[in-house]
């Protein structure tokens, strides 16, 4: 809430000044300056908060289906026309602090029913008219041990969707994260939000045997990876595309070495037909690929064997 409010105005000929405002906004130290140009209707100035709790905010900001809490600063450089919504102009910058997530269902097997856990949120972005741009760099940070990622990122625009034809989600995102855990992920993405993954692909055992094959060497389930993808679509049905997750290592532990014990094996059979005939390195070569990729898909998606 906004509290403690001090805003020293003073006009002088043509403009109207505030400057050294302050305030206490969500519990955090706020301050204020702007400059208003009386004749043109023009404005400018600078806003920024410290360590405002971000519990209350979140929840008189947005209607969000779980709880965010932790503390967060921001700046807003801004400008406008007064009486011309669509003309203003925000730049800001935002640094949040131990947040912590709770609540949402899509996170639920992901995190195995715990709050997610954030160390930090930084994040560079533009507001423009309707559409929020995510500047490159954006980022958040998990804390050390963390099981679920090390680190997220994302870039692009989300716009308003009224009257507008484009789609409102532009984002192209990446980081390292559990493999386990992304999956959990896509399966919710897909089962709460009728999100489509990869476009056209429906079936989540298609989806992970199209990741796999495309890969040199196998991963354990456990491996944290590189991944980048991109949300596109609405909020109501975002679709997921152009996943792609890092290669490590050639051998079937992920790190070039064979699989320590408590890592899931793959077990593989190979069938030579007896008698004349060529192409049985050929067809010996194509099992091998085979049973590698059907063995990560149940890492991967669960299955038995």
């Known amino acids: 809430k906004l509290r403690s409010v001090s805003l020293p105005v003073a006009i002088k000929g043509t403009s109207l000044t505030v400057k050294g405002g302050r305030a206490n906004l969500y519990g955090g130290a706020g301050t204020m300056d702007l400059n208003v140009d009386l004749t043109k209707n023009t404005w400018k100035g600078r806003a920024e908060v410290k360590s405002a709790d971000l519990k209350p905010l979140v929840k008189d900001a947005a209607s969000l289906p779980g709880t965010v809490s932790g503390t967060v600063d921001l700046r807003l450089d801004m400008s406008g026309v007064a009486g011309r919504a669509f003309l203003v102009d925000i730049t800001g910058f935002l640094k949040g602090r131990a947040v912590e997530l709770s609540g949402f269902k899509v996170l ?3 995190t ?4 997610l856990k954030i160390r930090d ?3 560079n972005f533009n507001l423009d008219g309707q559409e929020l741009y995510i500047l490159p760099g954006s980022r958040i940070s998990a804390w050390p041990g963390d099981e679920v990622f090390r680190y997220l990122e994302a870039s692009g625009s989300i716009r308003s969707s009224s009257g507008q034809d484009k789609a409102p989600l532009d984002l192209s995102c990446g980081g390292e994260v559990n493999l386990n855990a992304l999956n ?4 919710a993405m897909r089962s709460l939000f009728k999100a489509s993954i990869l476009e056209g692909i429906k ?3 298609s989806l992970a045997t199209d990741i796999l094959s495309g890969l040199i060497g196998g991963y354990s389930s456990q491996e944290f990876r590189e991944i980048s993808l991109h949300v596109g679509g609405t909020f109501e049905s975002p679709v997921i595309s152009k996943l792609k997750i890092s290669e490590k290592g050639i051998g079937i532990g992920g790190d070039g070495l064979p699989s320590s014990p408590g890592e899931p094996r793959i077990r593989i059979k190979i069938d030579i ?3 004349e005939g060529g192409g049985q390195e050929a067809e010996a070569g194509d099992q091998v690929k ?3 990729v059907e ?3 149940k890492q991967v998606v669960g299955g038995s064997d």
């Open 112 to 115: 195995k029913g715990k709050p």
């Open 295 to 297: 063995g990560l898909l």
């Open 108 to 110: 639920d097997g992901v």
């Open 273 to 275: 037909p007896t008698g």
């Open 121 to 123: 949120v930084s994040a």
């Open 184 to 187: 959990a992920f896509l399966g």
């Open 290 to 292: 085979q049973q590698i």
């Open 203 to 205: 079936d989540p055992r």
